[in-house]
């Protein structure tokens, strides 16, 4: 029984640090997707000024007086100038897209390993509560078997609800998982 108050305790644990990776995925995710946004936002606004630049130099070349070309030329480099920093900010929302997606895979590992660590320690439980049941059955009296079965059928039964409860979270949480996916990836 010792070893099931563990199993029941590690479980606990668990469950309350896969909440809080859950929500560091979350943060993580939220994170790769605004990155996206602005680098997108600054491709549109590059493109938008290489095209303006490239209409301006057009223009320059047709246009015979000085004043104009020297408007021409020093709107030129206002759109060069935006186009660098637009760069800039292009290089940094990538690099921070990229800690955000390393990120988010280290903790989908630690999430991967705390379930891991779950079924071992319930394998190991298993393990013990059968020896305990073999050693058990060695009873002969009538009333040891009678207490010996009651106990196994109870245990049996506390069991299987704990299992099922358990299945039934880690279903849910991979449904979260996968939805949350799709939302992304929407």
Known sequence: MAHRHAVTETRK???RQTRQLKRQQTAHRVTKIKSEQKIKSSTKVVTQSEKKIKELREKK???????EKTKIEEEITGLESTIETEKAIIKTETNKKTKAEDDEAVVTTKVTELTE???RVEKETTRIEQEAKNIETSFTSETSIKVSQEVRKRTKETRDRRRQALKQKIKNLKKVISTKKEKITE
């Open 13 to 15: 644990r668990v469950e």
């Open 117 to 119: 660590q779950v079924n």
């Open 61 to 67: 070349v047709v246009i015979k007086l000085e004043a």
